[in-house]
């Protein structure tokens, strides 16, 4: 294969990069299923906005751009830092690092918890830690399935990503409440300061309107980075606890202040529920039940990822990250083919094992240890979320939108 690391021999080509769909389906079908309701998912959420109109377009293009910020920083700006790798799909950008249905993954989980949090009504102090944790509802599906299908790939000894949850880092969860809730929080902070007497969700003129998104875009990686620095940091970095309790710790918080929120008095939510509402529910449920399929009808031993991988290199070679509190804490520098602690990935479907210098290689899955318990766990996520987003959008007041009354003629 000519392109052996993705970026071609081109500016363009390192831009972007098509694949042949149909060798992508026959190697991870799921993978291709998965992108194609991420990319519904983008398009419906954009055409909700447009529907809805007042901020919302706004909103979910400043979901697109903090989405491209914060995916991207780490292995552009701080390499020592980069520590996963998607699969190749049909159109991938900046040297086979961002696949297309990537950026469209934010709208879909931010948008999706900022819609429906807003209809609480909740005080300004609880609404980002509610889009916080629904977002984790979004995702928490799709992480615990796609890695277990080879979708990317973590670091084997990246200390901030070596705890896991069914091969998860729990700091995936971490990652996502705290940069949603930070993207939320600036972009309502930065508009209350330009447009101060406007209605959250109304429009005001387009400079402010503007400068909330790009401020919010900037700021939302570096606040949710900040909010590792009180809890994660000190008690997994300093006392060794484990990440699962950081992360449980942060999720308490931000229970805690939304129950604050629920409690206070606060006015039901006035607005209809209207088709394209309950269009935005249907691709939800699309979201929530194809995990449940895979987990169900797929075998992730038959799935298989040629790509950009951890590159490979001797196995002895440390390197260091420097944490907030200025510990170097060690990991390895390179991938050992020979000695890894990544379960759901092996070469039993390659001729031989990535040589030293290798970034671009083939790994395949591995069988499920207990294919019930994928199965169970992805049903009781479909049951919470049913649940969540049922009362967000039914028990908040505001019903159907009626048809017209007619009048009755006297």
Known sequence: MANKAGGGDTWLDWLVKTNDIKQLWAAQPTYILSQAVFVLAGVLTLIHALRKGGRWPYFWLATILHGLFTDNFWHVALPEYDNFWHSQTPIIFLGARLPLHIILLYPAFIYHAAYAVSRLNLPKYAEPFAVGLVTVLVDIPYDITAVKFVHWTWHDTDPNIYDRHYWVPWNSYYFHASFAASFFFFFNLTRSWFAPKVPQWDAADKKSEWKSVLISSLLGMPGGVLLFIPIYHPLHDVYKIHSEVTFFLLFSIFGMIILSGLLSNREKCSKKLTAIDYVLLLQLAAHYLLYLVCVIFYDPEHHWSLGLHEPVGPCNEVATLTTPFGQELEKRKY???????????????????????????????????????????????????????????????????APPKKLKKK
Not at 347 to 362: D, M, R, S, V
Not at 382 to 399: E, Q
Request: aromatic letters at 18%.
């Open 335 to 401: 991938f050992c083919p020979t000695d890894y602690n990544e379960d759901y990935i092996d070469f039993h479907c390659a001729k031989e094992l990535p040589p030293n210098g290798a970034t671009w290689y083939l790994v395949c899955g591995t069988p499920f240890e207990n294919r019930a318990e994928y199965i169970t766990v992805l049903s009781t996520i479909l049951v919470v979320a049913t649940g969540v987003f049922y009362s967000l959008y039914f028990k908040t007041g505001g019903g159907i939108e």
